[in-house]
Structures are given as structure tokens and as C-alpha cells.
Antibody, heavy 120, light 108 residues
Framework: EVQLLESGGGLVQPGGSLRLSCTAS????????MSWVRQGPGKGLEWVSA????????YYADSVKGRFTISRDNSRKTLYLQMSSLRAEDTAVYYC?????????????WGQGTLVTVSS | EIVMTQSPATLSVSPGERATLSCRAS??????LAWYQQKPGQAPRLLIY???TRATGVPARFSGSGSGTEFTLTISSLQFEDFAVYYC??????????FGQGTKLEIK
């Protein structure tokens, strides 16, 4: 079964750091670009970051550039998002998603999400 | 950045009827548009890519159309499980990937 499972969310103070993980199963992880998409409480979807299959190219939304770092460990089939200098507006459910650049070019598979709350 | 605008924000339709959701791009995106369905407490699900191609396992009552800047998602005969929020998303010019603000499809 194709699956993505996020972890690492929680409550963090403004200015703090957190690392999210997303573990993949059921597909050839290193063949696919991956991405993080977030959804603030009661809000729509916002793309955060993407990384190519080899981990050599990364892309960021302006809202997180310089504060968040996306990376991947293909041997562990795991995607990461290192978040620092967190702000209240970063509070959201963070989803990892499979980016199928070769076929659909869309976000094919989504994890169930992990909640990040930035609050004092 | 390409801005995606969906209308209406909320659409009330009776089961068995047709629903038509609209999405507009601030500049031409060819056919590089996807539609997603999101139910409460769940992750989004890819429905349509390439503006009109159904993703694997998506029922035939879902259809997408349009190109350039104007796009439509049509659900031909609404089932109870179709009541959800729908998002369009462009992948023509990125970063950033951009989503519409969503259309909530509710039972009339």
C-alpha cells in the first residue's frame, strides 16, 4: 500500500525550532520529488517547500525561505522539514505529499498530516 | 506569482443534482491545473490533473474542463460522499505552487 506518514509536530514557542519527518512506503521513494504543504486552522492549502528525488534541488515559498530547510534521506525513505524561527502564523497542519513530476505533475499522494502549534 | 481564484466560496446543491465549480488563474496556465477534494479531518485527495484527466480510482461523475485561465470541475450527479471542500492548484509556473482558496460544497 502506498503511504506517507508524518511525525514530529507539537507545541513550540515563538522563535523555536521543530523538525518534521515523513516516512514513505509502497513506492520507489527516490524516484519522486516530494513536498510539504500546510493548512492553517480553518484555512486553505499553502505550498511550503519541495525537493527533487536526488535531494540536490530545493524550493521554498517566500513565507518560509531562510527559516525552513527541506531534506531527504533516500536510504531511510524519509522526508524532513527543519523549521526554525517559528512564528504564530506557521501554526498549521503540515502534510507531506508525493510530487509526480514525470506523470501527473500534481500532488499524487498525501500523508495524514501533523499539527504544529506555535504559541507561548 | 500566479493567483488562483475559486467561485463560489460555498455551493449548496441537492444530492443527485449537478454541481459546477469554477477556478480562474491570474495568467494563462495552459492545462496545468489539478483539482483536489478534502473532507473534514482528512488530507486532500487528487481528483483531476492536466485540467481534465481523472486520477486513478476517481469516479466518472467527476469531470474537469478548461484551459488558459478558466477552469471548471463538474460533478454530474452528487452523492452524499461528494460533499467536501474542493481546491484547484496550478503547476504551470512555480515556485510557488499555488492553490485556490477552496469551494465548500454543501448539502442543500
Amino acid at each position: 500500500e502506498v503511504q506517507l506518514l508524518e511525525s514530529g509536530g507539537g507545541l513550540v514557542q515563538p522563535g523555536g525550532s521543530l523538525r518534521l519527518s515523513c516516512t514513505a512506503s509502497g513506492f520507489t521513494f527516490n524516484s519522486y520529488a516530494m513536498s510539504w504543504v500546510r493548512q492553517g486552522p480553518g484555512k486553505g492549502l499553502e505550498w511550503v517547500s519541495a525537493i527533487n528525488g536526488g535531494g540536490t534541488k530545493t524550493y521554498y515559498a517566500d513565507s518560509v525561505k531562510g527559516r525552513f530547510t527541506i531534506s531527504r534521506d533516500n536510504s531511510r525513505k524519509t522526508l524532513y522539514l527543519q523549521m526554525s524561527s517559528l512564528r504564530a502564523e506557521d501554526t498549521a497542519v503540515y502534510y507531506c505529499a508525493n510530487l509526480n513530476w514525470a506523470f501527473t505533475r500534481a500532488f499524487d499522494i498525501w500523508g495524514q498530516g501533523t499539527l504544529v502549534t506555535v504559541s507561548s | 506569482e500566479i493567483v488562483m481564484t475559486q467561485s463560489p466560496a460555498t455551493l449548496s446543491v441537492s444530492p443527485g443534482e449537478r454541481a459546477t465549480l469554477s477556478c480562474r488563474a491570474s495568467q494563462s496556465i495552459s492545462s496545468e491545473l489539478a483539482w483536489y477534494q478534502q473532507k473534514p479531518g482528512q488530507a486532500p485527495r487528487l481528483l483531476i490533473y492536466g485540467a481534465s484527466t481523472r486520477a486513478t480510482g476517481v469516479p466518472a461523475r467527476f469531470s474537469g474542463s478548461g484551459s488558459g485561465t478558466e477552469f471548471t470541475l463538474t460533478i454530474s450527479s452528487l452523492q452524499f460522499e461528494d460533499f467536501a471542500v474542493y481546491y484547484c492548484q496550478q503547476y504551470n509556473n512555480w515556485p510557488p505552487y499555488t492553490f485556490g482558496q477552496g469551494t465548500k460544497l454543501e448539502i442543500k
